[in-house]
């Protein structure tokens, strides 16, 4: 019996290369036929982000230096690759990111429901496509709701932050590992890949690892 590869995603709701990478990877294992499992993790990209956010393209140039012109190069960028990948990015001047601490705590709860993976995908749509406000605890329920999860607890779970500590120490895990950035992939607990490295890069490491575990 072929022991699942166990491949790890550290990421954040807010950085479209970790849905590029993603659907990359979900290529790549696709076409490979690879057995796997996915085990989802929380980064914050801004945890010092203010409650109500901050226009993204504002929140680019002071982060990154990126010009106007670099911004618009990349979403455009972007914009392709989610295409080719079958997911849509909705860029609009008036799009913010936000701070997920809140999103990472649902999150949480989605697992003990066994629906994490569905959640994650669910709130990767809800802003990058839909451009929904995901700072807002009443739209994080409704993406709860949506896919089926109790919307009425999963206002309890934000409400009460019952699962803030756990979130904590599970993002400091992360970062003590040196994780600095997003997406980070994790497989077989031991091999590391960092960005969104491409279909063809991503199969290559496949590859590798079921030839190493065979």
Not at 21 to 49: C, K, S
Not at 127 to 152: K, M, P, Q, W
Not at 164 to 186: K, S
């Amino acid at each position: 019996m072929t022991v699942p590869l166990r491949i790890d995603i550290i990421s954040d709701v807010m950085c479209p290369w970790c849905i590029i990478g993603y659907r990359q990877l979900a290529q790549a294992l696709e076409d490979t036929g690879v057995a796997h499992e996915i085990h989802w993790h929380p980064f914050e990209l801004n945890p010092e982000m203010p409650a109500e956010g901050q226009n993204m393209r504002e929140h680019i140039a002071e982060k990154y230096g990126s010009t106007p012109e670099q911004s618009e190069q990349s979403r455009q960028q972007m914009t392709k690759l989610g295409e080719d990948l079958g997911f849509t990015f909705n860029f609009a001047e008036d799009m913010r990111m936000h701070n997920t601490f809140n999103t990472h705590q649902l999150l949480h709860w989605a697992e003990t429901q066994g629906r994490k993976h569905d959640l994650k995908m669910a709130l990767f749509d809800a802003h990058f496509t839909h451009r929904r406000n995901l700072s807002d605890y009443n739209v994080l329920a409704d993406v709860a709701g949506e896919i089926g999860l109790d919307r009425s607890e999963a206002a309890e779970v934000l409400a009460d932050q019952r699962f803030a500590a756990t979130v904590r120490e599970l993002e400091g895990f992360w970062t003590q590992q040196g994780i600095r950035g997003v997406p980070a992939m994790v497989f077989n607990r031991k091999h590391l890949v960092t960005g969104a490295q491409g279909v063809e890069n991503y199969t290559n490491v496949l590859r590798q690892l079921t030839g190493e575990t065979v």
